[in-house]
Nanobody
Framework: QLQASGGGVVQAGGSLRLSCAASERAFGNYGMAWFRQAPGKGREFVAAISWNSDNTHYHYSVEGRFAISRDNAKSTAYLEMDSLKPEDSALYYC?????????????????????WGQGTLVTVSS
């Protein structure tokens, strides 16, 4: 089970840090990712990180502004979001790729992830 938190309302240019706490005992064996979904739109890939943090990938729209990280000892992943824009407003989901163990390949599609958190809402005002 994944629990996302850290969302809120922030002004454009501000920062937020999202957290994703996992109860999965083998959290450290799996890649994970953040996706987001704005009202009326599909679920969009944001960032992914491999099981051992040696590989990361970002959507071009957040490259240089967002940073994904993880602490396997705490079974927690993070998404540091800086220079936020109104178009970043969405429900943010964390996801765990339990179908692939100890593999540094990263997935950017929702169907590649088997476990999902409940989402945390980010609202960026202009």
């Amino acid at each position: 089970q994944l629990q996302a938190s850290g969302g809120g309302v922030v002004q454009a240019g501000g920062s937020l840090r999202l957290s994703c706490a996992a109860s999965e005992r083998a959290f450290g064996n799996y890649g994970m990712a953040w996706f987001r979904q704005a009202p009326g739109k599909g679920r969009e890939f944001v960032a992914a990180i491999s099981w051992n943090s040696d590989n990361t990938h970002y959507h071009y729209s957040v490259e240089g502004r967002f940073a994904i990280s993880r602490d396997n000892a705490k079974s927690t992943a993070y998404l540091e979001m800086d220079s936020l824009k109104p178009e970043d407003s969405a429900l943010y989901y964390c996801a765990l790729r339990t179908g692939l163990q100890l593999d540094s390949r990263l997935g950017t599609n929702p169907w590649e992830y088997e476990e999902w958190g409940q989402g945390t809402l980010v609202t960026v005002s202009s």
